[in-house]
């Protein structure tokens, strides 16, 4: 049975993508500390893991899409250098999004606990490679 | 003798046992408004003082009088009551006599977080949506301690 699209093992030097609403001024181009913590906190929606996106079938600007009249910005990273820090990245292709992905060691119910607080740190402040933006819905 | 600068070591940076907020142990005073006292910051800047009215009266104040921008897809937008007690938590922890954070931003989970960055040293007050206020010092993206404030 072939293996359903988007389900393929993630590859180290895969980019993945994590949108960013900007109206919540948790990445600022101007600022010396130009990208917060909490730009990785789960939200309700990630019950089982954090969602990112993989640039192999999601532009960045079909990531970058949200809410009408709002902007966003998009964190790039790579899978290999999570993998390497010890986060975990599993496919988790959604119907009509096959570059669904999710860090299953940083939910909704978890984002408080010490592990994630670290593993946020980390992503914002030293796996983020980049950060493209500003897009406009 | 090799002298530390050619080894790449920066006797300058902080760590968490130099970093002001990492060393911050609370309790938070409330209503430092309300306190004669809490007119000047312990440190005495009128610098530090700017800092923490640019923090305050700038995002937060933007913020207070308009909590819609906040919300978003998937995004907890706080809500006024949290921004407004932000406000006050940023005026006590400058009464306290912190210096100013870097950043205000909202978490996206219904809160709001001060950020300050002193070399490898990140410190974080979070005022989350019940109203609580905790610290948290990472240090190289370890964590080195965390204490509720309020």
Known sequence: ?137 | MVSVATIGFNMNLPTTSEAPWAQFAGPLAANAVARPEAAQPHNGSSTECERWRAVVGSRLAEWQENPAVLEDEAVEAPRLEIIQWAAQVAMDLRAAGLPAPQRVAATGDGGIVFVRQEGPVCSTIEVASDRSVELVVVEDSRLVSRRRLR
């Open chain 1, 1 to 137: 049975m072939p293996t359903p699209l988007g389900a393929e093992p993630i590859a180290d030097d895969e980019l993945l993508y994590r949108r960013i609403p900007a109206s919540l001024n948790l990445y600022d181009p101007s600022a010396e500390l130009f990208l917060l913590p909490d730009a990785f906190r789960p939200n309700a929606s990630d019950t089982t893991g954090l969602s990112l996106y993989r640039s192999k079938y999601k532009s960045i600007e079909d990531v970058a899409r949200g809410r009408e009249g709002k902007t966003y910005y998009v964190a790039v990273l790579r899978a290999g250098d999570l993998r390497a820090a010890g986060i975990a990245i599993v496919p988790r292709p959604l119907e009509g999004d096959p570059g669904h992905v999710e860090l299953p060691g940083l939910t909704y119910e978890n984002r408080k606990s010490d592990r994630p607080i670290e593993w946020k740190s980390l992503l914002a402040l030293k796996l983020c490679i980049k950060v493209e933006g500003p897009f406009h819905s």
